[in-house]
């Protein structure tokens, strides 16, 4: 089995900083998308940002130009760097990453989930 452990949440003020780290553990041939989701009260989760094996980044409009993707493979490691952060950043910042395991000689994709890690902006 694979776990993601996510770290870096917590209070900030408006136009701080705060990073994000999930790392990746358990039985893994190798990691392909990785991606950073949040989930607002009252508001479905929606994608925040994501980054191929190949290190091609995409982002949420709204996000662009203040949040940073990045991933260190030999780690097994997503980042999230955020910058200028809002009010409206408030969440909570979930990591998911493409598995490629390895059972019986064949390979297997599955989308892995860390726990969750709250973000709040608040002055």
């Known amino acids: 089995q694979v776990q993601l452990v996510e770290s870096g949440g917590g209070l900030v003020q408006p136009g701080g900083s705060l990073r994000l780290s999930c790392a990746a553990s358990?039985?893994?041939?190798?990691?392909?998308?990785m991606g950073w989701y949040r989930q607002a009260p009252g508001k479905q989760r929606e994608l925040v940002a994501h980054i191929t094996s190949d290190g091609s980044t995409d982002y949420q409009d709204s996000v662009k130009g203040r949040f940073t993707i990045s991933r260190d493979n030999a780690k097994n490691t997503v980042y999230l760097q955020m910058n200028s952060l809002k009010p409206e950043d408030t969440a909570v910042y979930y990591c998911?990453?493409?598995?490629?395991?390895?059972?019986?000689?064949?390979?297997?994709?599955?989308?892995?989930w860390g726990q969750g890690t709250q973000v709040t902006v608040s002055s």
């Open positions: 358990g039985s893994i041939f190798s990691i392909n998308a």
């Open positions: 998911m990453m493409v598995v490629t395991t390895l059972s019986s000689g064949l390979h297997y994709e599955y989308d892995y």
